[in-house]
């Protein structure tokens, strides 16, 4: 047995020797049983002990624990062993007693109030990391300015094929559709007035000024912006970035600004694909629905757009474009943990994108009214 039991003064003084390992649990976990228990003083003496581990350790606190549970007094003889002092501090972190309780949240005005001071915490929050992101993102341009070696253009190229190749067909889709939608109610209304002509206005202007590049930063808001955020935050969860911080490599100039940049000459390019799409679905809808042929339309579309409409649109593509990249690429950097922190932060980016392309198109409409273009 791993153990000898005396009985010296009244008290039964055991004497624990040998290994207590893993290996060793099942025999010593039998022989502890014969170890009588009651109301006197028990002295364990375990300096004789060869090895204790951890399974031996919750061995002996279970023994303690069955000796004290039967109204015995446990003394140590030469101190206790600092393995049991580490399963009392585990037990005790763990106790579900000694976890505070948090306040049940306030209900009516107060609660509302309470509500809207979080969020408005957690814009400011959000504003200030943007702010600091973009410090950051300016910083590493300007290293780059110093120094194109720096400058990653095969992946540049390659997040231009992603967000802008791959992403034609539903950005040509989309546009066409909305002219078309356009075209029609406009077709619907002007015809009571006999301004049928003036479709093609309609959707000339809106498209080259607002829906072309709005729809287009919207799509790739939802589908690169996203993109973004999830290829990062799977690097966090990975540790792939901090992998490039132990290689001496800044995860800005290596996996932010290249999507920023390919995504400034991706955007623009889509814009234009978008405005040809949808001039090309007002046409095809003027043509069925009011009888416009193609060569009339051509000549109203010339005739409708001043020396600003195109490039009115043009203007807010690489702008929309370093929103969402900021943004996606910011909140994949902020990812830990787990990927339940991956998924809500893709989704945020994605609101949050959209949310910021909207914001700066109403600056855009406000400026561009301002200087009477």
């Known amino acids: 047995m791993p153990f000898e039991v005396s009985e010296e003064g009244g008290r039964s003084r055991v004497r624990i020797h040998g290994r207590w390992t893993v290996a060793e649990a099942e025999s010593a976990r039998a022989a502890l049983g014969a170890i009588p228990s009651g109301p006197r003083t028990l002295v364990l003496d375990a300096s004789a002990i060869e090895k204790l581990d951890l399974t031996g350790a919750w061995l002996l606190r279970s023994l303690e624990r069955r000796l004290e549970a039967d109204g015995g007094r446990v003394e140590w003889q030469g101190g206790r062993p600092e393995s049991l002092e580490f399963i009392d501090r585990i037990e005790s972190e763990n106790a579900p007693g000694d976890e505070p309780r948090a306040p049940p949240p306030p209900t009516g005005l107060p609660g509302a109030l309470h509500g809207l001071g979080r969020a408005t915490f957690r814009a400011r929050e959000d504003a200030l990391d943007?702010?600091?992101?973009?410090?950051?993102?300016?910083?590493?341009?300007?290293?780059?300015?110093?120094?194109l070696k720096r400058l990653r253009l095969p992946s540049i190229v390659r997040h231009v094929y992603e967000t802008g190749l791959t992403a034609v067909p539903i950005v040509s889709l989309i546009a066409f559709l909305i002219a078309v939608i356009v075209?029609?109610?406009?077709?619907?209304?002007?015809?009571?007035?006999?301004?049928?002509?003036f479709v093609v206005d309609l959707v000339t202007v809106s498209v080259l000024r607002e829906l072309g590049v709005l729809l287009t930063a919207i799509i790739v808001a939802g589908r690169s912006g996203s993109a973004f955020a999830a290829e990062i935050g799977a690097m966090k969860l990975n540790d792939e970035v901090d992998a490039l911080r132990a290689m001496g490599m800044d995860p800005v100039e290596v996996l932010v600004l290249p999507r920023i940049f390919g995504l400034v000459i991706a955007l623009p390019i889509l814009t234009i694909v978008a405005d040809a799409m949808g001039l090309v679905g007002g046409a095809v809808l003027s043509w069925y629905l009011i009888d416009i042929p193609f060569g009339q339309y051509i000549d109203r579309v010339q005739g409708s757009i001043s020396e600003y409409t195109f490039w009115v649109g043009m203007i807010k593509a690489p702008v929309f474009a370093v929103l969402i990249a900021l943004v996606g690429t910011l909140r994949g950097m902020q990812v830990r943990d787990s990927s339940r922190e991956l998924g809500r932060l893709t989704t945020v980016a994605v609101v949050q994108s959209i949310f910021l392309v909207i914001l700066a198109d109403a600056a855009f409409a406000v400026i561009f009214m301002e200087l009477d273009i």
């Open 183 to 197: 075209a029609y109610i406009g077709a619907q209304q002007l015809r009571k007035f006999g301004g049928e002509i």
């Open 130 to 147: 943007l702010l600091g992101f973009v410090g950051l993102v300016t910083a590493g341009v300007g290293r780059i300015g110093g120094s």
